[in-house]
């Protein structure tokens, strides 16, 4: 859990993220979260408009909010309270060349993922951050999971045995939606353009994520791949289905698919992960529990409160049965309360909503001298009064 | 999903919620999240070392950290830039003089439930704050997730036709923890003392959870209870077990059930509403998901993602499939880059850990590559050169 | 497993059971199924004619079919090959007069649930069975499921603790269908019809099974009961729901809930018993699990074919994973082998049907082959020859 | 469901499933389940003495147990009263010999998978059937599974458009069990016997299963096949692990995977078919339902008694709710009654078992007697008089 800590909260710049870019709140959210991170400026996007109002609408100071990236990272670096860290969520053509930029003038980065367009550009990248000694974070968000990490650590610590098998599979079907299926998006969403996605589609989009997960959790690398890719939709110019066979140098075996024309699947990534000992099983859409069974023996259903592993306690904030969707859900009515102070303070007439209220609140507490009134009368029937 | 809003923050303060206290520290993520607060001021705790302390892990200015929540509210009405609400997150006894206070001093409130230790008291509140027309959020945080959202407007809308029957239960194991059967916890926690808790144990703490829960979705509350309570767990001054029978005006039954002593039950809240058309069926440990059964026919698991209704999607922030803790595991990102970048600038030697890096990116990139060798020479194995 | 046995055949009579009667056919099936009987004589209904035509379809001997069951007990005890038990698959009603006279004949009995439709009924019939020393097996058939057996060998071998809480649960929604709903409905069935069914409506059809089976694995039965009876049907003459507290000796609680107007339920009969050490729960609809929880623990889901208790291992026919159903589907292909037999015996051409046949065997073999080709081509592509 | 039929029963024979075997065993209860067949002649072994014992055992006339197939061919097509058809439950490489005796007989084939250990092998017997034009029933167990016929049905009706992936699965984890790890199994078991077991070990095993049941339900075999066999096992000589990827003339693509050595695997055949329109999952480890979920949809859980389809209906026997096990649940009662009444019948004094009784019914009704009277009290508490 959460404990206070006095570190100082690290200065954060952004690239990518204006308005309407889904990643980018995401980010910015996480960033806010355990309260580490200040926000401080943004190259919010290239062009100039659309980056001082995007800058505008989170709060940022004006003199700290740029369209060029370059611009940024050199002014930036050059003042005493620049930032610390860059969160770089741009399409991916761009991840290099601004991690480039900011590691270039001394400034920590962290960057989703993929981490560039092509293996050598990457490589390249990665003699950069290690040659400037900075901070280089790739957001594989689902190496955040607390069971993931707890799966981590079981298999290091030798508690499947040997691996012997790993299947991965990461399923959409958001590609096959009918808008997105025609000419139009084929031809000018960035997904889709080699030249900014990288010659991946699927496989680079998910694909890694469910490459990065299994390597996560397994503890090794393939050394041998076998690969089909397929385009089901016409006029795709990368894939969007992958199915891969891996041979391990332990002698495991393995499958990886991954696909966004999975009809009927939301954002599926599952694993398995088959040792000598036990097996372990994870499924993202459901990731407060880790299953794992012995050889010969039945299921057991780990949760995120239980399991008493340091990983995934470091990596959980909530108590035991309080699934991660509790804070979202605490942060909604805070800011459902918000909605109705701003409307308050303009005077508008209060309003009722969704969110609980003192008038809820008395209705609890009727209800609590109601049970105590009727328990007192061995259970005989009480009314509420209204 | 979230879009980008220029409304200026909201100055926040807090009383409660000192270190180690676990619901003030989900209070203060919660108002972070969606960056419609900022925390300045708080009487984190009523012992003025704990108090100092507490303000300063957090960065709260010393010149508003107080530990008497009186003078608090005093001087924070009295300044220009005072806080526009106070979050309330202390032991029960307190919720109704601290929102007192703060009610009486114009400031909104935003406080942890049960409302009041007794209902005089908490009508006495409902009519302060409806006199002093100051925004009351009590959070019933379970009224926050998306699908309980969803329901209550399914309900609504008459979807699922009369209501005819409401099953609600709430059960939770903790207190059958050995450590928490001891003399010493019944003699000395606030939850088993009634000057503080309040008459009701269990039924306070998580039966008025299941008890809002069930008139926020079944849009009714019972006009009859008929019920018992009892206390499995020696010398408990409070009951640890509920079990409530509900009658409704229009005729619809119903059956409450809350325990502290369930062996097994983590945080076991569950809701089914059956009407003359369908019934739907919410779990909380696993709140992304909504099961809707007809009458005589086959259950539908709606989700989050998935749902096209307005109240659900008000509540969400990212897309379908991605169940709410991908933000808590971005986050986990963040703050372990955080931790590493203090330790670069401390100069401390790069470590690995389990965040991903740049590195883990040209694997990634390295994958891809061969996977596109292997497809490209008609699925033949290709190694992953190291 | 069933191992074989040289045990002879048990020669059984069936009364109740005509043509259209489903826990007729139930019954017969479940007495072939392993062999121990031979159904040899029937009082399939008390019309003549139905009792005959019933009989004959299921190839009884036209002297051994009755349709008044006093005579078929006087005539089978009189027979030197006469019945050695019979099956009383009637109306409630019937139970108790049936059962009296084949028990007076010395017969052993077999009967359909509820035993009578008074208590005062039911305990003469008990003393007369136990007077005449005849087995009387009344078909609860939810205590022959492996997994309750286990779960009852467990509780009884203190694998649980001491018994806390039972919490059972029995929900369909027939009822509520539209054609249940009417007025012929509820004046000519038999189930609504005090004096047929007995007083208790949806509490003697399925509440008694919640209750036995909830005595069964606890292995203790309520001193107290609390109930409320409802009916939520226009015109019914009995319950259709029905709510308990159940109060034990041992100071253990209990909640009881059955209901035919559950919308969307089918048959779902739950348990859940929650004991000092951990807590277990079954649910029908899904009974090849039991769900296992220790206190402050992770759930394990024991399966029929992986627990090594004898109580499970004795009602268990096939092996690890397969669940029950497999027999079924099994026998469901020897159907289709009989009718199409039959079929070619008659001369008909060979139809294609879902039945696997001879060439689908030629199409897996066909598989394999090029499975095996492939492999020894280091993976690569095989064409399956049409 | 099921009705009643006059039609008479079949004669059938069985080659194989002498005591101790396990599917000789499940198709006996098959063939008894729904009545269609009369077991009158077997070679159970060909051993004489085994094979004589064995149908001693089972009650089959002496004069008709064989301990040559080829014999009882002979013979039992020369009686009036012979087979009319022979259920051959051999180890593999017989299946081919056996059943091309009985089809020259004249004899009707039901034959348990795989059809035979080669391609040419089958290809003669189908050559073979064809010619005598006798029903041929290769008993793919799961393509009776009524859930499997609905997807099929749904599948042919293009309800989920058109397919285009197929996922199947069939992993186990009993080869990897310490005992069948070491030298002896793998020297002694003709599983392991390319000679008795044909070439393929998981293949051929569960494998072809899997590929049948995927055709079965797609409605279309692939047309290349890329495959890559491994046997994890020291000194296996047939694989115990099996990938393959597929492609379909139509385009759709597909994978299939099955091994003995999944660690914590009990018998895991799954399926699932993604269309154009919809995606069907079926789980054999839960037969009783059928999840479809239409492009950018919610998933609904259709259930065997639920769905009005023809296909499922036919293979259905009990109403919506009641899994399958539900027979086997109550022959268990009627198999425990038996075991009771032989020992009454052989003096042995009464035994307290697990079988419900007279003495379980009283109980019942003294409940209801109490629920009634508490009801009548507006509900209050009743003590059950014991």
Known sequence: MTTMTSQRRLKLGMVGGGDGAFIGAVHRMAARLDDCYELVAGA??????????????????????YSDYREMARREAARADGIDAVAIVTPNYLHAPVASAFLEAGIHVICDKPLAISLAEGEALAALAHARNRVFALTHVYAGYPMVRHARAMVAAGDIGEVRLVQVEYAQD??????????????????????????AGCLGDIGTHAYHLAGFVAGMLPSQV?????????????????????????????????????????????LRVFGSKASLAFDQE?????????QGGCAERLTRGRVRGAAAQAATRIPSGHPEGFIEAFAHLYREAAAQIHAREAGAAPEAGALPTVDDGVDGLRFIDAVIESHRGDARWVSLAG
Chains 1, 2, 3, 4 share one sequence.
């Open 226 to 270: 076998l690969a089909e890719l397929h385009a089901f939709t016409p006029g795709r110019r990368v894939d969007d289905h992958v199915q891969v066979m891996l041979r391990y140098a332990n002698g495991a075996r393995g499958m990886l698919w991954s696909s966004q024309m999975a009809t009927g699947c939301e954002n599926a990534l599952k």
């Open 174 to 199: 958001w590609l096959a939606e009918a808008a997105n299926q025609g000419r139009d998006y084929q031809e000018n969403n960035w997904h889709n353009d080699p030249l900014r996605a990288g010659p």
């Open 286 to 294: 459901n990731p407060n529990a880790l299953w794992v069974t012995p």
């Open 44 to 65: 919010l996007s290239s062009q100039p408009e659309r980056a001082a109002a995007s800058a505008a609408a989170i709060g940022l100071d004006p003199a700290r909010a």
